[in-house]
């Protein structure tokens, strides 16, 4: 299946047939070896703009948008619960006073 697949797509990154991550298939080679890559602009990723390269060879299928909608609200909530940490008394938790000092200067 990943031959029919052009960048652009939307694709799904499956390990034992369980759908791991979503995200946009954005270059595919052939390594001297005869090896498959794969660059994929992940969901999870998607504000960095980060593009990893799948080296080994990955179970890659095309994706449906509600796929990726379902990632994107799976990292929007984990999204909240980390920013929830950074209010109040959990910040010195985070960060140290050397740290801070640090960031500071």
């Known amino acids: 299946m990943p031959e029919n697949l052009k960048p652009g797509n939307y ?10 991550y979503t995200g946009v298939l954005k270059d595919k080679g052939t390594m ?10 992940l969901v999870k990723n998607i504000f ?8 080994f060879d990955a179970d890659i299928r095309p994706a449906t948008w509600e796929q990726v909608q ?7 909530v984990k999204l909240q619960k980390n920013l ?5 008394e959990n910040v010195a938790e985070l960060i140290t006073e050397k740290e801070l000092h640090n960031i500071i200067g």
Not at 48 to 55: T, V
Not at 70 to 76: A, D, G, M, V
Request: proline share 2%; net charge positive; no cysteine.
């Open 11 to 20: 694709i799904g990154l499956y390990l034992n047939n369980v759908l791991i």
């Open 32 to 41: 001297d070896s005869g090896r498959k890559i794969y660059q994929v602009l």
């Open 48 to 55: 960095q703009r980060n593009f990893p390269e799948i080296h």
């Open 70 to 76: 379902e990632e994107i609200k799976r990292l929007k």
């Open 84 to 88: 929830e940490m950074l209010k109040g």
